[in-house]
DNA sequence: TTGTATGCGTTATCAG
DNA sequence: CTGATAACGCATACAA
């Protein structure tokens, strides 16, 4: 069932029924016509074809490292708030934190499928800027502050001092840090030297640092590394909230009191920290907004692509639970 | 940059080049020049044209209501890990719950961009049987029996009599039910009899039961809710473990001992009702293993089109944490 | 083994 | 206001 279907049914041409379906440019009389043609068929137009001749899809690629998360949920969210009311849909795409997935689904949205890409930045290797310096379509990246795309990323380095100086206005003197692999500049280095320039400007502190990756799993089991090799240790710093919650596990399973015996801090003010007997001290960031002028920032750039590259950060504030 | 400029940079026919990107029914000579041409100019061939002309596009629909899900994350985890062995990439919809969204993407996916859909299901309307029953591309729902596709769900009634009847071998006798709406089948409907029928088999027992949406803050409100009007209740069950996570939540606010004063049970074993003093005790369904079998319907279906309807139980267990 | 020609379904141009 | 026609970029039947 195509337009020329269509047309032959309502005795008008195909290029009637394509004025129908856009402009509308029309008489009355053919309009009903092909207006009862196309109800009576369920007539679709082939969005291939459309995309193929007019060379828009509107269809925005968003780009995730993960869909369990709520920080991700809420910048999708925005994302799709601006873009819906504006008439495109989206397409995510979910790279399970794989570098190469990532990659792969920037190049298959680029040039293809999409009028756009927003990419919730991880990484950003020499392949991430070639790929987005090659792009045909405009692009976003969002979470991370990058020289080769327009970008919105949050205050990571302050928001982390202010957070490990919040700890350090408890007394805390033993702190650790578990952090995320550095190859992630906003939440693997910043946070990290947030951290490390509070404590080592604070007097009589000592620090110990480790990394895994963005789950519980990490927070666990570092944990138990960290306490088995440093008993003295009175508060942990985490890069993410779900990372703290698997710190908050081990606690809670040995029994340590949160936060008499131990401190734990994180980032994201996740839902997840909030049910806790002593809810998470946390960083919140503002994770719908970024999504909202990201898909902002798109949409300008659809309109128009001569706009230059800018980049935005956003600011932060601290969520004081009780596990400080 | 088309499939004709390099098929004259490369002094051979578009047509060679269309073979040398498939088949490769070609002299080593040309393929050697046409590689080298190739690579110089970075050239991608349009994934719009390719599916125009050949009527597939190797993308996989997949309708989420909601990302921000540990469930969900798993069932995509395993729809992914079958997919992209098998060459094809997926693109996630995610509806925010909102039913209508839902049809809209399973229109806009149907005809359209994706040879084929996995609705993980949550209402089952008249619209969503007409959708599927005008489908041209196969589709599978999961999470929910329906009779107009192929479906993978679970035993949701069965898991839910179990888990009541555990609870109330603890002795619990006055219990809550937490749910949600009767629109979904599988968490609203069968969850919430499986709860019914238990408790009403067993004697001296009374029931409470309330209902909201997918959220930590129905668990929260109806949990207040409930035990201002009830205060003898000593229990209760809900639909998932988000709505459990906020009953929770509630309990610690308010200093009410889990589960000395009330037991809390869920559905869903995801990882936040892990990290509780007492971990929830909650119904392991295998939401990985439904994604990788719906993935393997769907190609199923793909490969042979005249494949009949199938529907696929999968089975539960309980995890006993310290919260019952 | 290779090239030419055609058509996938639509929209845009242009003449009427 | 309307219809014929070309073109988007590709894959394939057919001819060579």
Redesign the pocket.
């Known amino acids: 069932?195509?337009?020329?279907?269509?047309?032959k049914l309502a005795?008008?041409?195909?290029?009637?029924?394509?004025?129908y379906?856009?402009?509308g440019?029309?008489?009355?009389?053919?309009?009903e016509k092909i207006k009862a043609v196309i109800e009576e068929t369920g007539?679709?137009?082939?969005?291939?074809?459309?995309t193929?001749?007019?060379?828009k899809s509107k269809l925005i690629g968003v780009i995730i490292p993960k869909i369990d998360s709520s920080s991700i949920s809420q910048v999708v969210l925005g994302i799709s708030s601006v873009l819906s009311e504006n008439g495109y849909q989206i397409l995510l795409a979910n790279t399970f934190n794989d570098e190469r997935k990532e990659l792969d689904y920037i190049q298959t949205f680029n040039e293809n499928f999409v009028d756009g890409i927003i990419n919730l930045g991880t990484v950003s290797t020499r392949e991430h800027a070639k790929a987005f310096k090659n792009m045909t379509v405009p692009a976003v990246v969002l979470g991370q502050n990058v020289s080769y795309a327009s970008c919105i990323y949050h205050d990571d380095y302050n928001a982390s001092l202010d957070l490990t100086k919040h700890v350090l206005s408890k007394g805390h003197k033993n702190i650790a840090y578990i952090g995320v692999t550095d190859k992630d500049k906003a939440v693997g280095v910043l946070r990290k030297n947030g951290f490390i320039d509070a404590t080592s400007a604070a007097s009589g502190v000592k620090t110990y640092v480790a990394s895994g990756d963005f789950t519980m799993d990490n927070g666990y089991h570092n944990t138990e590394k960290l306490l088995k090799a440093h008993p003295e240790i009175d508060a942990i710093v985490c890069a993410t909230d779900t990372i703290a919650l698997g710190v908050v596990q081990y606690l809670n399973k040995h029994g340590l009191d949160i936060p008499g015996k131990i401190a734990v801090a994180g980032f994201g003010n996740s839902s997840g920290g909030q049910i806790l007997t002593h809810p998470l001290t946390t960083i919140k960031f503002f994770y719908k907004e970024c999504g909202i002028e990201g898909a902002k920032m798109l949409l300008e750039k659809l309109q128009s692509p001569e706009t230059p590259c800018k980049s935005l950060m956003l600011g932060y504030e601290i969520n004081e639970g009780a596990s400080v």
């Open positions: 069932m195509n337009i020329s279907d269509i047309a005795g008008v041409s195909p290029a009637s029924v394509s004025r379906l856009n402009n440019y029309l008489s009355e009389e053919k309009k007539y679709k137009p082939s969005t291939q074809a459309q193929l001749r007019t060379g």
